[in-house]
């Protein structure tokens, strides 16, 4: 039996040495000095010729030399030949000398895959690799991946200047870092571990709070259509009474007047605030309902027939007559209605003079219906007296014509004494036939000119008398389908 050989320890090299179960030139030096012994799930064994354990042993001279472009070298000629778990073992950590990280972290990935030198345990390698890896995280730079829920977030790192969020991986060095994320006055920051050679995911998003409180800064600022794409964001969070409140502030400077009096209207229906009392929530939404009043107006309601109608305000460009209300400043204004005439006919124009008073809902009836049109219903009154027409009219043919005949041949065959009495039978059995048709075609004519009548009246009627349906607004704000909460709008005056 070879006896051990002593090996002073130089520049972290254990295992550089523990190929001496194949060479007797070093001995044998396994860590817990058990024999060098295969494992049953162990990878397939590798053994070294006597021209390569002569090569390897002049690597491991050269990287304990420093001589580490030298000794990287004679690995990589070793690894053509022969594929070894202790060879990329040393590779790596010549790579991780020469300050190479992301190579000796590929080489030391590759270990313990690789096919095993039989004279050297797992047990020993695996102990080596992962104190060369804790080495290479705790030294060697690692990268971050910074990942914003806003892409016009900035970010700083330790401190450091602010800059654009980055959408490539950084490197940094290793050990514990603190990102920060700013957007619109809110700050949100976490620390974390970078690890040599590993990338480490940083996620920067603002909670619902935040959101909030970053939509009231806007606001401050006076930026009233970037508060409202904020708010609406938060409002897919959480929804609650002072959103919809600032929501209505944003819309109220943006001079969108429909959408502002939705939201003012379904703060009062929303879940509470926490830390907005009722008598605060009131006291705010008195002042909101105010200035509101100031900037808008107060509301008109335009009931026009048909919906379509289109409508000019003092003379201004024409609008499609909308449901949804519409504000007016206090005092008379002028509101028409146009429709154009049937067949090219000169366009039918209607006028009318609302007084817009306070604390009142004004409503401006405009109604432009052409006579000559008629409805599903009239069309299908129209079309049962048509039928009603047809039915008498066969009646009186059948009456006038066939029955008439058949009843003077029927009296010519009974004063006949020789006549044959089938044929007496067949002509009476005709009359009957027809005088039966005749009675279903008088009675059904008369009934669908009838029905069809009453059918043209009720469409007259309603033509003349219906309002178009009322809706107290064309923009809604509350939950979608799918359970967030998010803002629509539809019908609005444009």
């Known amino acids: ?152 977030m900035t970010v700083r790192i330790d401190g450091g200047q602010q800059g654009p969020c980055p959408k490539e991986p950084i490197e940094l060095s290793a050990g514990e870092h603190r990102i920060s994320g700013l957007i619109h006055g809110q700050e949100v920051s976490q620390k974390l571990r970078i690890r040599g050679t590993r990338t480490t995911t940083a996620s920067l998003a603002l909670s619902p709070d935040q959101w909030t409180a970053a939509g009231k800064y806007l606001l401050g600022q006076g930026q009233y259509q970037r508060a409202e794409r904020v708010l609406e964001q938060a409002l897919k969070r959480k929804e609650s009474q002072d959103l919809y409140l600032y929501i209505g502030e944003s819309l109220l400077g943006q001079e969108r007047c429909q959408e502002a009096f939705v939201a003012l209207g379904a703060a009062q229906d929303a879940p509470p605030a926490p830390g907005l009392s009722p008598l605060e929530f009131t006291g705010r939404l008195k002042i909101l309902s105010e200035a509101f009043t100031d900037e808008c107006g107060e509301r008109v309601q335009l009931q026009c027939a048909p919906a379509d109608l289109s409508v000019r305000i003092d003379g201004g460009s024409p609008k499609v007559c909308s449901p949804a209300p519409i504000f007016l400043p206090l005092g008379e204004h002028t509101i028409s209605a146009s429709l154009p005439g049937p067949d090219g006919a000169p366009p039918q124009v209607l006028q009318r003079t609302v007084d817009v008073k306070a604390g009142q809902v004004n409503k401006v009836e405009l109604k432009l219906i052409n006579e000559e049109g008629l409805s599903a219903v009239g069309w299908g009154g129209v079309g049962l007296m048509g039928l009603g027409v047809v039915s008498l009219g066969t009646a009186l043919i059948i009456d006038r014509a066939a029955l008439a005949d058949e009843i003077t041949l029927l009296r010519q065959l009974e004063a006949d004494p020789f006549a044959d009495a089938q044929a007496l039978t067949n002509s009476q059995d005709q009359i009957d036939t027809l005088q039966t048709t005749n009675k279903v075609l008088i009675f059904g004519g008369g009934a669908a000119l009838l029905v069809g009548g009453a059918m043209l009246s009720l469409d007259f009627f309603f033509n003349d008398s219906q309002e178009p349906p009322q809706e107290q607004s064309g923009v809604r704000l509350g939950a979608s389908p799918d359970g967030q909460a998010i803002m629509f709008y539809q019908g609005v005056w444009q």
């Not at 090299?13 to 044998?28: D, E, F, I, K, V």
């Not at 354990?53 to 000629?77: F, N």
Request: aromatic letters at 4%; one cysteine or more.
């Open 1 to 152: 039996m070879v006896k051990p050989l002593r090996v002073p320890s130089h520049d972290h090299w254990p295992l550089l040495l523990r190929w001496s179960c194949a060479l007797a030139l070093l001995g044998t030096t396994l860590a817990l000095g058990a024999p060098c012994a295969a494992q049953a799930d162990a990878p397939p064994t590798a053994r070294l010729t006597d021209k390569q354990a002569r090569t390897l042993g002049k690597a491991v001279k050269l990287a304990r030399d420093g001589k580490y472009q030298d000794a990287l070298e004679v690995y990589d000629g070793l690894l053509t030949e022969l594929d070894m778990n202790l060879l990329h073992l040393n590779r790596g950590r010549v790579l991780q000398k020469m300050g190479q990280c992301a190579e000796a972290r590929a080489a030391f990935d590759r270990v313990m895959g690789a096919p095993r030198d039989p004279n050297i345990t797992l047990e020993a390698i695996g102990s080596s690799l992962g104190r060369y890896n804790k080495e290479l995280e705790a030294k060697c730079p690692g990268t971050l991946q910074i990942q914003c829920s806003q892409p016009e």
